[in-house]
């Protein structure tokens, strides 16, 4: 077979030569040991968790080796392909701190080592596939649907491995007149592989190879031996070939991806070395887990758990800060540690490595992210706080948008209980936040908790005697004094020790009295510190709150 003349035939139009696109990508000028990564999201508009952790990975190795972190939209699945997909990445990313160096922009291409949409990449990719038939190494497959069925089902009846090889690739040796003949007469075709594996996998005859992952140490795979398509009909490429193209001619040096990729890396293995290329180091992350409700690891699901979506954490109000430290704690097993001992540090002063990766799944848990949320927005001050907040319901909850009218009240609610020794971790997320201080505001103050039974009879005495002596400028113990009395002379026990040792002596104790005052202030039986939040309310608003209630 003369597979000069055979690539001719294929690939009349492609005139750039590899050596020709190789000089339009030469080497990185980086220094040593920068790593260059990658974000290769397919464009379908649904970006999740799994996106994110992988980013986060990306983006750290890059930028703490100044290195090179880039986007590069993966839309050869012209079927996933989604109206505003690719706006949706950059500005989620965005949100949640990541930020590339090079790649695909809302402005087009930033970057010297485009075009970073593969769409648009087709001729490189068939100038590449032209080499490898060239060579003899790949070759057009004119089976149809119909015949692949076929191969399928008799494979599946002798319980052999699905797909096209050895025997069963049966366009591998055809000679030049059957495929010029078929060419002529429109037949469709696709690029394949010609794998230099061997099919025979029965017994020991099963070639194994060792490969790195910086994950997962030295991974022992089976060799490929598949005929795989590189080129479809369409003449645009699969995955496994725009990969290593891609990654070749961008200088990667880290590819990481998920775990759903191992499968296929010994195809990718074959093909960077067909193609005489080295391959890049490759880091497959663990799969996303959480734990169902019987206690059982099962992976994340688009279906069942909204908390994969990252839109779900724009929607609540997760500060990016929060989301950020939470995943360095399920990215890193050390990152615990490093935190207890350096509380303060900047989050990216950690030192991140693929070693202390976990590569058997990473355990996801919402309650987990909430506490250490708490930590980290404890840790934010007030104004900022104010600032979050706004942004988030300019997006999120317009109706709301009044309570940001007073700076000084809103930040002052804000930091309640913050400033003790013992500080309050009441504030998680946006939407929490804002019904956590709803009381704060008349329009959105509404009695949530039902008077104690011990003191519902003497509710309104008991608010009665409290309007009567309140003073606002009692300081706290003056004010205290004053409930106490109340309580004593009511008929409730000033200790509530007493009311358990005595029940049948007293109606209740003074934590019964003060709560009816705080529901009636708060509307709830649960709140931080009453007197600091009358001081907030100011006079006017706490004896509303106390005249009004009914
Ligand atoms: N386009 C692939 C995906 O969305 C990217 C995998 C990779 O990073 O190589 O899963």
Request: negative net charge.
């Amino acid at each position: 077979m003369n597979y000069a003349k055979l690539a001719e035939l294929l690939f009349p139009n492609i005139e750039k030569t590899p050596a020709e696109i190789e000089a339009m990508y030469p080497a990185r000028e980086l220094p040593e040991g920068a790593k260059v990564t990658r974000l290769g999201p397919s464009p379908t508009g649904f970006i999740h968790l799994g996106n994110l952790y992988g980013a986060f990975v990306d983006e750290r190795l890059a930028h703490q080796s100044g290195g090179v972190f880039y986007l590069r939209i993966e839309d050869t699945d012209d079927k996933r392909y989604v109206e505003g997909a690719v706006e949706i990445i950059i500005n989620s990313l965005k949100f949640f701190g990541i930020n590339f160096d090079e790649g695909a922009t809302m402005e087009g291409d930033m970057g010297n080592y485009g075009d970073y949409t593969q769409s648009n990449r087709g001729p490189i990719y068939q100038a590449f596939a032209k080499k490898l038939v060239e060579e003899g190494k790949a070759y057009p497959c004119f089976l149809t649907e119909e015949e692949i069925a076929e191969i399928r089902a008799g494979q599946e009846a002798e319980k052999l491995n699905p797909g096209i090889y050895g025997q069963f690739a049966k366009h591998r040796d055809l000679t030049m007149e059957e495929i010029e003949d078929n060419i002529k007469a429109g037949k469709p075709y696709v690029i394949r592989l010609k794998s230099q594996g061997n099919p025979d996998q029965s017994g020991d005859d099963v070639k194994k190879f060792a490969v790195e992952d910086a994950i997962r140490g030295t991974l022992e795979m089976p060799e490929n031996f598949m005929d795989v398509i590189i080129l479809k009909a369409t003449g645009i490429p699969t995955y496994h070939f725009a990969h290593v193209v891609d990654d070749h001619l961008m200088r990667t040096t880290h590819v990481v991806r998920g775990a759903e990729w191992l499968p296929s890396l010994p195809i990718h293995v074959e093909l960077f070395q067909a193609l005489g290329w080295e391959a890049p180091i490759y880091c497959h992350t663990a799969q996303l887990m959480k734990l169902d409700e019987e206690g059982n690891k099962r992976k994340l699901s688009k279906r069942k758990d909204p908390e994969l979506s990252l839109d779900y954490y724009r929607n609540q109000g997760y500060h990016p800060a929060a989301v950020r430290e939470y995943l360095l704690t399920i990215l890193n097993s050390n990152f615990e540690e490093w935190r207890m001992a350096n509380p303060d540090a900047p989050i990216d002063a950690f030192e991140f490595t693929t070693e202390k990766m976990s590569n058997s799944g990473a355990l996801f848990d919402l309650n987990k992210l909430n506490d250490i949320s708490k930590d980290v927005l404890l840790k934010i001050p007030a104004s900022e706080l104010y600032d979050f907040l706004k942004g988030w319901a300019e997006e999120f909850k317009p109706e709301i948008m009044h309570i940001f009218e007073d700076r000084a009240y809103l930040e002052r609610i804000l930091d309640l209980g913050r400033n003790e020794a013992k500080p309050r971790k009441d504030h998680i997320y946006a939407q929490q936040m804002i019904e956590f201080i709803s009381y704060f505001f008349d329009d959105m103050f509404k009695i949530e908790d039902e008077m104690p039974a011990e003191a519902a009879a003497d509710v309104p005495e008991i608010l009665k005697a409290y309007l009567e002596t309140y003073d606002h400028s009692d300081d706290q113990s003056q004010w205290f004094e004053k409930i106490r009395t109340i309580t004593a002379d009511m008929g409730y026990a000033v200790k509530p020790k007493d009311f358990k040792k005595h029940p049948e002596e007293y109606k209740g104790h003074v934590g019964h009295v003060s709560t009816a005052i705080r529901i009636a202030l708060m509307g709830r039986s649960q709140s931080p510190d009453v007197w600091e939040i009358q001081q907030i309310l100011g006079e006017e608003r706490t004896r509303a709150r106390i005249a009004n209630y009914k």
